[in-house]
C-alpha cells in the first residue's frame, strides 16, 4: 500500500469529480425533460405518436451507452452539413456531446419510469376530479403529475445513481472527469489498487449521498 | 453494404467474428457473476452480522462504483495480481492475462453483485412456510434445497436476471477499452481505416439491439417454461 499517492491524487480526483457532477446534472436537468417529454407521447392514445415513443426508448435502453457517445461523438462529425452549421459549434466539443448522449440516454430511462407511474395511477382519483369539475388540463398538472413523481422517487433514484456512473465514460472521449484522472494517475504509476479504493471511495459517497437525499424525499412525499 | 461484405474488402467477416465473441464473453461474465452469486447470496441471508457485512460490501462496493473503473482496476492490476500469488509458488517469470479472461471476469464480478441482489430477493420472498413445512418433513438440507427452494426461486429470479444480462451484455462494450476485438473494438478499428465511423458504429447500435432482441425471446420462453403451473 502506497498511502502518500492516495494522498497527492485525492485532490487530484476531488477537482475531477467537479466535471462528473458537471456531466452529471446537466444531464439529468435535460433528461428529465426529454423522459418527461416521451413519457406523455406514451400515454397518448395516438398509435403512431405511441409507437415512436416506445421506439426511442427501445433503441436508447437496447444499445450501450458507448455506442450512443461514439455515434454522437466521432459519427456525427462525419456529416458535412452538420459541420456547416450552427450546431457544430456544440457537436465539436467532448463535454457537450457527451451531454447529449447521456441525457438521451437517461431520457429513454426516465420516460419508462415516469410512464410505468402514470400507468398506475387509479383511474379512480382522475374521475373523481371530473366529477368535482375540474378541467382535465389542471387534473394532469396537479393531480397527475405529482403522483407520479412520487410514485417514481425510488427508480428514479437509482436511474440517478446508474447515470451517475454512466458518466464514468466521458472518459473515452477524452474528457478527464474522476475516471479519467484515476486511469490517467494508474497507468503512469501503475498502482491501481490504491487509486482505485480512492475514486472508487468518492463515487460511493456521491451514491451515498444520492441515496439518502432520495429517501428523504421519499418520507417527505409520502401519503 | 459493400463495407460490410465478406472477404478481404469488407468487415462482413471480422464483425460476425467481433459478435460472437461479444456473446462469449457475455455468457463468460454471467457465469463467473453466478459463482460470485452462489457465494455471496447465503452470505447476504446468513445470520451472521459479520457475514451480512461481506456480502453487503460487496454488493455495494460494486453496484456504486463504475463499470469502467472496475474494468481499468482488472486491466492494470490483473497480471500484477497473479505474478504476485505466482512469486509465492517461486515462479518470477512476467506473466500477460489474456485479455478475454481479465474483461469477462471484470464484468462477471459486476453482473455477479446484480445477480446476488436478484436471487435474495428471490429467495427472500419465497412463502415462510416452505421453509418450515420441509423442515417438519425432515428433509436432508441438499434436497431441501435443490428440490424446494430452488425452483421456485428460479421461477422468481427469471424476469429479473434478465435484466442482469442485458446489463451484462450491454457492459461488454466497455471492455473494448482492453483490447479485446468484440463489437465496440472491431467498429472502432474499422471506423479508424475507412473513416466513416457514423456507419460503423451505427451498425455497432443495430447489431447490440439484435442481440438484445434475441436474447428477450429466449428468456420469454425460459419464463413461461418455469411458470408451468401457476
Not at chain 2, 472477404?7 to 459463482?35: P, R
Not at chain 2, 457465494?39 to 457485512?53: A, E, G, M, V, W
Request: hydrophobic content about 50%; aromatic content about 14%; overall charge positive.
Amino acid at each position: 500500500m502506497d498511502f502518500e499517492l492516495m494522498i497527492t491524487s485525492l485532490p487530484k480526483l476531488l477537482n475531477a469529480t467537479l466535471i462528473t457532477l458537471k456531466l452529471l446534472s446537466a444531464s439529468l436537468i435535460f433528461g428529465l425533460f426529454i423522459g418527461l417529454f416521451f413519457a406523455i407521447l406514451r400515454v397518448n392514445k395516438n398509435p403512431i405518436v405511441n409507437k415512436f415513443a416506445y421506439g426511442y426508448s427501445y433503441v436508447f435502453r437496447g444499445t450501450p451507452l458507448l455506442v450512443q457517445i461514439f455515434i454522437i461523438y466521432f459519427g456525427l462529425g462525419q456529416i458535412e452539413y452538420l459541420r456547416s452549421t450552427v450546431l457544430w459549434v456544440i457537436l465539436k466539443e467532448p463535454y457537450w456531446c457527451a451531454i447529449i448522449a447521456f441525457s438521451l440516454n437517461t431520457g429513454a430511462y426516465t420516460s419508462e419510469i415516469l410512464r410505468s407511474a402514470f400507468q398506475t395511477i387509479k383511474p379512480g382519483i382522475i374521475e373523481a376530479g371530473h366529477s368535482l369539475g375540474i378541467t382535465s388540463k389542471i387534473i394532469f398538472y396537479k393531480i397527475q403529475i405529482p403522483i407520479a413523481i412520487r410514485q417514481s422517487l425510488p427508480a428514479y433514484g437509482n436511474e440517478i445513481i446508474l447515470m451517475m456512473k454512466g458518466t464514468s465514460l466521458a472518459s473515452t472521449v477524452t474528457l478527464m472527469d474522476l475516471t479519467g484522472v484515476a486511469k490517467y494517475i494508474i497507468s503512469t504509476t501503475f498502482k491501481p489498487i490504491e487509486v482505485f479504493i480512492v475514486a472508487g471511495g468518492i463515487y460511493l459517497f456521491m451514491t451515498f449521498i444520492i441515496h439518502n437525499v432520495i429517501k428523504f424525499l421519499e418520507r417527505k412525499y409520502s401519503y | 453494404m459493400e463495407l460490410l461484405s465478406f472477404g478481404k474488402t469488407g468487415w462482413g467477416d471480422e464483425l460476425l467474428i467481433a459478435t460472437i465473441m461479444t456473446i462469449a464473453v457475455s455468457i463468460t461474465a454471467m457465469l463467473i457473476g453466478f459463482l460470485f452469486a452462489l457465494i455471496f447470496t447465503p452470505l447476504k441471508l446468513s445470520k451472521s452480522k459479520f457475514l451480512n457485512l461481506i456480502g453487503n460490501c460487496y454488493t455495494t462496493v460494486i453496484r456504486g462504483v463504475p463499470e469502467l473503473l472496475v474494468i481499468y482496476l482488472f486491466f492494470f492490476g490483473g497480471s500484477g495480481a497473479v505474478m504476485y500469488v505466482a512469486s509465492i509458488f517461486g515462479y518470477n517469470e512476467y506473466i500477460e492475462i489474456n485479455a478475454f479472461i481479465t474483461g469477462s471476469f471484470a464484468i462477471g464480478i459486476i453482473s455477479g453483485a446484480y445477480s446476488t441482489e436478484v436471487f435474495r430477493g428471490a429467495i427472500q420472498s419465497i412463502d415462510k412456510g416452505q421453509f418450515e413445512a420441509s423442515k417438519v418433513l425432515g428433509l436432508k438440507k441438499p434436497i431441501h434445497f435443490f428440490k424446494v427452494i430452488m425452483p421456485q426461486m428460479l421461477r422468481l429470479a427469471i424476469p429479473n436476471l434478465s435484466n442482469v444480462w442485458q446489463i451484462t451484455l450491454k457492459d461488454t462494450s466497455l471492455i473494448s477499452v482492453t483490447g479485446l476485438v468484440e463489437i465496440m473494438r472491431q467498429s472502432y478499428i474499422a471506423a479508424g481505416s475507412t473513416r466513416d465511423p457514423l456507419f460503423f458504429y451505427s451498425f455497432a447500435a443495430v447489431l447490440y439491439l439484435l442481440l438484445t432482441y434475441l436474447s428477450m425471446k429466449l428468456i420469454n420462453r425460459l419464463e413461461v417454461r418455469y411458470s408451468r403451473g401457476y
